[in-house]
């Protein structure tokens, strides 16, 4: 009877050890970090852009990030064509934060060499670590200059491919397509010059592989001056899914307004922004991602903080183009279905950021949001009263040394900024909670579970036998 007790007491706790939770042995996904930005050129050359950097860098870190993985710029490095090679001053700057070992992507602009040393390849520029996708678009790929059809559709080719091939490998993770030109119809696109003409052939190959899943963000920079982007922003550019966005037709004068698939933005110039009307963004701004499995938290900051990720659009008479009023704040939380705002727990003290949370649209005249960092730590926002404003010109911190203006090949021109603007937002503000999809069970390997679960089951028979040991004595 005694014997038949100790085996009783040994196969319960083998059962109980058996059925405990077993814990995986899997090291936890790190976080990575990209900074990325634009137009690194100034009129005093590297000088004005390097700290205009350095200051947007300074901002970042004191928002606690520290380090970054890796590193996007869209082009132009240079103030002319032929001028010393800026991207090893650019790198030098973004050193401060960015692993030296990190990924580097050098996009070509318009005022670079195709030569041009530290100029990353065209086309696919993935990392080793298959943690996010990366494409350069160079602007020999896609003109801004004499743009032809047979260029672009080309590059439209190897870029289908690419992502077809993403589509096929079930690829779950970010894609960032680094790109000097924007895709969106503009005043620009109107003149002899033609630029972002024959957006459309990019367009609908990007539209339809997000369409079908993959989650992509397009980067772009170049329409820096004259207030060519007035109309969505001026110096901060940020539509998202679900936004509608204006697309040429493969034409100077003819566009399409098209449904958005995909993360649109410019990645934030650092050389200088020329408005034209009053009322767009005007401050220098870089934009960083920080990737956590298949989501990316998006943050736009100037040198003086914390940085609505899409300033206020105004309308654009001479291009017959509506301005978007809509402004969104950073940080917001990005996936394949998700576009989300996330709730700012550490407020950086001095940030320009002028929205909250939620998304905002102009809902009368005058009405201007207070800064979501007067609140406390951990209070998310406050609805905005009409009328308030919020003066990020008087911020600690704030440069103007890289804002002076200067123009493309062909044009000199507009008015420098030299100070932070006011957006205008509207007068009611919701706070929404930040929230995303779970990364899918396939992400995690079984063999750990099953090989604890084994483990535990071996303890449960070692305890066994020496049970009935014991016994036998």
Not at 73 to 86: K, M, R, S, W
Request: hydrophobic fraction near 35%; aromatic fraction near 8%.
């Amino acid at each position: 009877m005694r014997r038949k007790s100790f085996w009783l007491v040994g196969l319960c706790l083998c059962l109980l050890l058996s059925l405990m939770p077993v814990f995986p042995v899997v090291a936890a996904t790190e976080d990575i970090t990209i900074i990325a930005c634009s137009d690194f050129q100034s009129t005093d050359y590297a000088i004005g852009g390097r700290k205009q950097v350095t200051a947007i860098l300074d901002a970042m870190v004191a928002d606690g990030i520290t380090q970054a993985d890796g590193f996007f710029c869209c082009g132009d490095y240079n103030i002319e064509v032929g001028l010393p090679n800026d991207i090893k001053v650019l790198t030098r700057a973004v050193n401060q934060i960015v692993d030296k070992d990190g990924h580097m992507v050098f996009a070509k602009g318009n005022h670079d060499e195709i030569g041009l040393e530290g100029l990353s390849p065209s086309g696919n520029n993935d990392p080793k670590s298959g943690a996010y996708g990366t494409y350069v678009i160079h602007e020999n790929d896609y003109p801004w200059l004499y743009s032809n059809e047979y260029t672009v559709s080309r590059t439209a080719g190897k870029l289908k491919t690419y992502l077809d091939e993403k589509l096929q490998a079930g690829f779950n993770k970010p894609i960032f397509i680094i790109s000097h030109l924007p895709l969106h119809f503009n005043r620009r696109t109107m003149n002899k010059n033609c630029g972002s003409c024959n957006g459309n052939l990019l367009f609908d190959v990007i539209n339809e592989a997000a369409g079908k899943g993959l989650n992509i963000f397009f980067l772009f920079g170049h329409n820096h001056a004259n207030g060519y982007d007035d109309y969505l922003g001026g110096s901060a550019i940020y539509l998202k899914k679900g936004d509608s966005i204006n697309i040429a037709q493969c034409s100077r004068t003819d566009y399409k307004t098209e449904t958005l698939n995909f993360t649109y933005m410019n990645a934030g110039y650092v050389g200088y922004y020329g408005p034209l009307y009053p009322g767009a963004g005007t401050d220098l701004t870089m934009t960083a991602f920080k990737i956590s499995g298949n989501e990316v938290t998006v943050s736009r900051y100037s040198a003086a903080g914390l940085y609505n990720l899409k300033a206020k659009g105004v309308n654009d008479p001479n291009a017959n183009l509506e301005g978007n009023p809509t402004v969104y704040a950073s940080p917001r939380k990005v996936s394949v279905t998700d576009d989300v705002p996330v709730a700012v727990q550490k407020p950086t003290a001095g940030t320009t950021q002028k929205a909250t949370v939620a998304d905002t649209t102009t809902t009368g005249a005058g009405a201007v949001q207070t800064s979501a960092t007067s609140q406390p730590e951990g209070v998310a926002t406050t609805a905005a009263t009409a009328g308030a404003t919020a003066d990020p010109s008087a911020t600690a911190g704030n440069i103007s040394t890289g804002n002076t203006t200067a123009g493309d090949v062909s044009q000199m021109d507009s008015t420098p900024s030299t100070s932070l603007s006011k957006e205008e937002t509207g007068a009611t503000v919701t706070t929404t909670a930040a929230s995303g999809p779970v990364a899918p069970p396939s992400d995690r390997p079984v063999w750990p579970f099953i090989a604890g679960g084994g483990v535990l089951i071996v303890a449960g028979a070692i305890v066994v036998i020496l049970l009935r040991r014991k016994s036998q004595k």
